[in-house]
């Protein structure tokens, strides 16, 4: 099993939505990504936090078995964001951003964490998330996320990672941003002309769309119907992902890219049913897998009727 | 096999899309319809048009072995729609409607009609639909479909006729207007506890979620893209769906129900590949098998990783 490298924010997040709150709670995508990774691999995080962190998210975090040695801790305070969803859940609305010690970030991998295998570069400047892979040995396989703010002030810092990158997630609407094209599938074929090899297009609640190769596979997400808070689902979707792929260690097989599409929307539906990180904290495997064989079943369409017995609505 | 009567509009559509347009083409639910669902099942139409409907639209409908026994020609003008496509294709933009003749349409049924075993009541007002039921001996199996119009002008009757009804479809948007709910979860839920036991919340690009019984099945659409013109989408889907389910002659089987949602699903893919109905009027068996088989296959994810050989990308 190759352990996994994460590069990302650690926050605390100040979120409103109809179903409730959550004020200065843990968040930030390195957390997200690295409570639903690992329930599958190692995952170290290289990231900042300020001396206000909580001493009790560090001990949750290595309770899950999470290397924290990558977790560099400045003079200053912590980076919070404070957000608010309406009745469309799809569209945060950023009410309030401070950086503080994130601003100062400079990401320095350790000598193990140069070894890894695998890295995940979250949502961070372009030119950061290039000057990790300047670090690294030579991982065997590379993802990375984006997002609109980067999309629109630094595109030729990011086309050129894209071409370092193997896999690349992405919302649907930043896919389209990015690649000038009109539906999701186009804008995944486009962008992966510049490199990835797989590029994920996150579309929330409508499921997620791979293309791997020459072929697409959409898959839906699982159905959540009291969803609470969406802070962080995607990142929980390639840390479901990428934990599930690490674990395989095949990194070109395709049935292995399915399972993992499954895998992360099973974590990411888990997330979204509680505020901050509530619910991946309380997660046990046995519930994961639960899920995670249901949601195969609901898919399952056998080419031969008489393989198995009916199920009577 | 089961033969269905479908009861709906015929129409000649003219729709302007970014990638191109169609002037008085065939069109309507009835039309759509009966073209998907031909290919699994005997299909007689109950619709109206007028003096003016062109003579090898019939044709082409009867070679199909399409029954329009039911198909009254009254004097005037068939029903026409003028509608265009922005890029979000989601949305119909109606720029004309001319009832003409479907503004005085009774559906009568014949002898034959009203012993069919599966009936599907496209979008019409819903005291109509509710007096073809009226004129049914015994149907095993009566589906239907509305629209915001009804929803918002005549929302007991919409009630009164789904405590008759077995399977409803209807749009994402109209799941919620006609429920109240925020998300297509809830809002098929509420919908069902009116009294179909299957509610399809069709999702255009995005899929359809299907509620049976207790359980809730998410599909994808099948990856198209270039869609050249939407309409008759959903019409479509139902066609596929129905025409398969009647050809299973098992109407509460979960397997047959998730069949029909990819037949749906592959049939409304061909359509959109196209303006009007060309695409549906020259697609040959073999190629809809081929398609679904790959859609199946690409959905596949083996509970046991052994299972199959490996598929590079």
Known sequence: MDSIVVVGSIALDSVRTLWGE????????????????????????????????????RHMLAEKG??????KVLPGRTFRWVGKFGRDLSDAKTLSTQLNVFSKFRPRLDAQQRKARVVFLANIDPDLQ???LDQMRSPALVACDT?????????????????????FFVNEEEAKQLSGQPNALRAARAISQWGPRVVIVKKGEHGALMK?????????????????????AGDTFAGGFMGYLASSGAYDDVRHLKRAMLYGAT????????????????????????????????LAVSEDNAKRAPLII
């Open 130 to 132: 290039a000057g990790v």
């Open 22 to 57: 959550s004020n200065e709670a843990l968040g930030g995508s390195a957390v997200y990504f690295s409570l639903a990774a690992s329930h599958f691999a190692r995952v170290s995080v290289v990231g900042v936090v300020g001396r206000d962190f909580p001493r009790e998210h």
């Open 267 to 298: 974590l990411a539906s888990f997330n979204v049913e509680d505020f901050s990180t509530r619910r991946l904290e309380n997660l046990r495997r046995e519930s994961l897998d639960g899920r995670f064989s249901e949601f195969l079943e609901a």
């Open 212 to 232: 791997a190769g020459e072929r697409f596979y959409a898959f839906p997400a699982y159905p959540v119907e009291s969803v609470k808070d969406p802070t962080g």
């Open 147 to 167: 997002m609109n703010y980067w999309i629109a002030s630094k595109p030729e810092a990011l086309r050129r990672l894209l071409a370092r990158v193997t896999i």
């Open 66 to 71: 999470i290397d924290l040695g990558g977790l």
